[in-house]
């Protein structure tokens, strides 16, 4: 089922068409406040209030031509300048892609290095998304090199399905980076990444205790970018055992998805984010939504029915 969806999500016949379907439409708002980015500070108003911190990404990737890129990056500027603004600051969080890395490396380069000098105007953070593998060592790159460019307000999506990732994280810990761990939502081969549930948690716990280390000790940002609250308590226990506090470690959750129990651990004393996708282009990202989480698709296809309850988690 996993397998299908990610093919669906790249699909460019299906992309054209499913999106029109006004039960799939219904659907996505499970995980979308909307299309436009009122929808999304409508949505983020009120975790915001609660003490969460807050994410935005506007979906978009693969970029048919670079005008495209600088309409994003002209997007996100606008945003961060808004007078009416939350009560702090919310970080931003794109995929290279969507700034024509796959079109043109140094005009992607140039809006990130533009996006994080305004990010860092309005006192907050720039994410980078971390994509397919094939994307993996041009955005390690970028990242190298907005770090080298004195950002350091800069942060970076890794994928523990990867094999090569500690190998990635060791090269990145020397730059005291801030890190979003994530167990991976690609369709990758079983030579490069690992594909069993068991494997995907091991490799993630393994990299979040070395991650914890290095932000208890001020030399990193550590974000669990997990919905896994069980894997969660799990690194809590082993890092309180080497002097890490709660306090030290982030856990980002996607807007729509188990919000309870974001709201539980940031109780527990773990700051918590709430990450908030809108926009348009939403259909390979909701595949992968669907694909993490086959149940889902019993969710959307019960919108074909009239009056469904929005049930969450
Ligand atoms: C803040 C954030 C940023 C991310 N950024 C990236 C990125 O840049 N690159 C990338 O490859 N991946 C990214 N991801 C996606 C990530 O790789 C996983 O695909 C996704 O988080 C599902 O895995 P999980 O860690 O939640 O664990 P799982 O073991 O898949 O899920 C744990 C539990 O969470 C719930 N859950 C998880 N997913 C869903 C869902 N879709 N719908 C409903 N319930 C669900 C279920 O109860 C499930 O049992 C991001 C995830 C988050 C939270």
Redesign the pocket.
């Known amino acids: 089922m996993r397998t299908i969806l990610l093919w669906m999500a790249r699909n460019s016949w299906l992309r054209e068409r499913l999106p029109r379907l006004g039960f799939v439409r219904r659907a996505v708002r499970r995980?979308m406040p909307g299309e436009d980015r009122e929808s999304a500070f409508g949505a983020a108003a009120g975790l915001a209030a609660s003490g969460q911190g807050i994410?935005f990404t506007r979906l978009g990737e693969n970029l048919a031509a670079l005008p495209e890129a600088d309409e994003v990056a002209a997007h996100y500027r606008a945003l961060l300048d808004r007078e009416v603004w939350l009560p702090r600051e919310p970080e931003l969080?794109v995929?290279p892609t969507q700034l024509g890395l796959d079109i043109d490396a140094e005009a992607c380069f140039r809006h990130l290095d533009g996006l994080a000098a305004r990010t860092a105007e309005a006192g907050t953070w720039l994410w980078l998304?971390?994509?397919g593998s094939t994307y993996v060592d041009a955005t390690l790159d970028l990242y190298e090199r907005l770090r080298a460019a004195a950002h350091a307000n800069v942060g970076i999506?890794l994928?523990a399905y990867l094999k090569r990732t500690p190998k990635d994280l060791r090269r990145l810990l020397p730059l005291e980076p801030a890190v979003?761990l994530?167990?991976?939502?690609?369709d990758e081969p079983s030579a490069i990444a690992y594909r069993r549930?068991p494997e995907v948690?091991a490799a993630?716990q393994a990299l979040a205790l070395v991650l914890a280390e290095a932000a208890r000790d001020g030399r990193a940002r550590c974000?669990l970018?997990?919905?896994?609250s069980g894997?969660i308590e799990r690194i809590a226990a082993f890092a309180e055992s080497a002097d890490v506090s709660r306090g030290s470690l982030e856990v980002?959750?996607?807007y729509g998805?188990?919000a309870r129990e974001l709201a539980r651990l940031q109780a527990a004393g773990f700051p918590a984010?709430t990450?908030i996708a809108y926009g348009a282009f939403w259909y390979p990202w909701y595949m992968?939504?669907?694909a993490?989480?086959p149940?889902?698709v019993l969710f959307a296809l019960r919108q074909l029915l009239p009056q469904q309850d929005d049930a969450r988690?």
């Open positions: 995980f994410l969080s995929k998304d971390m994509e999506c994928q979003r994530v167990k991976g939502a690609y549930r948690d993630y974000a970018g997990t919905h896994d894997l980002h959750m996607l998805i188990r984010f990450l992968r939504r669907l993490e989480r149940a889902n988690e």
